[in-house]
């Protein structure tokens, strides 16, 4: 089935630093690919998707490019701050998928340190 | 717009309780989702509807019942709890069609 494979955390930069979070997937054809952010005590946010291959999602300073080759949708940010510490969810959405549901990664927690 | 609002935000129940998780959305979303997460886990689907009067399984049902008798509300009802139902649990919907999901706050279960 599908899934989706998340860099373990948590993940500790000092503000201003570069950031990668890792994600790939297993998935037949073409899924659409997210990052949920979580805050503390609150549900999830879409963070950014793409739709296809090659296609790059942005949002708040965040990209993720979707690469096929390497079943891949790996979370940077170019300068991180204290305000995005989070936890942060990869997941798909399987093409053709009537219910539009999602097959969520582990999360990875991110702490920003100013 | 309130979104989805989910109640209570926190519960402790005995062994064999039974309880229900309240969950409303405002925004006229023809999907609704129950997820739970587990510590340090990725989000599993209960259940899901892609209407009302239409609900579907999703990968842990087991423990779990649904209804969707209109198209804002989405309850889950928990029987028999036990402690494997601890968890922090939340509910989603999306317009028919889009793949976006918008969440609620969660309830926060624990099951002594």
């Known amino acids: 089935g599908d899934s989706v494979t998340q860099m373990e955390g948590p993940v500790t930069l000092s503000e201003e630093a570069f950031l990668t979070i890792n994600c790939t997937y297993t998935a037949t054809g073409y899924p659409s690919l997210f990052w949920y952010v979580q805050y503390p005590g609150e549900g999830l946010q879409l963070l950014l998707k793409?739709?296809?291959?090659?296609d790059k999602g942005s949002n708040k300073g965040f990209e993720a490019t979707y690469r096929k080759e390497t079943t891949s949708f790996h979370l940077e940010k170019g300068s991180v701050q204290v305000s995005d510490s989070a936890v942060y969810f990869c997941a798909l959405s399987p093409l053709g998928n009537a219910g539009n549901m999602l097959t969520f990664g582990g999360g990875t927690r991110l702490m920003v340190k100013p | 717009n309130a979104g989805v609002t989910q109640t209570p935000k926190f519960r402790i129940l005995k062994i064999g309780q039974s309880m229900t998780l309240q969950c409303t959305q405002d925004m006229n979303h023809n999907y609704m989702y129950w997820y739970r997460q587990d510590p340090g886990m990725g989000l599993k689907l209960i259940y899901y509807s892609v209407g009302a009067g239409i609900t579907d399984k999703g990968e842990v049902p087991n423990g779990y019942n649904v209804s969707r008798s209109t198209t804002e509300d989405f309850p889950l009802r928990l029987e028999l709890a036990a402690p494997s139902q601890t968890s922090v649990y939340f509910c989603?919907?999306?317009?028919?069609?889009?793949?976006?999901?918008?969440f609620g706050p969660g309830t926060r279960l624990t099951v002594l």
């Open positions: 793409a739709t296809k291959a090659d």
């Open positions: 989603a919907s999306s317009y028919a069609g889009l793949d976006t999901q918008y």
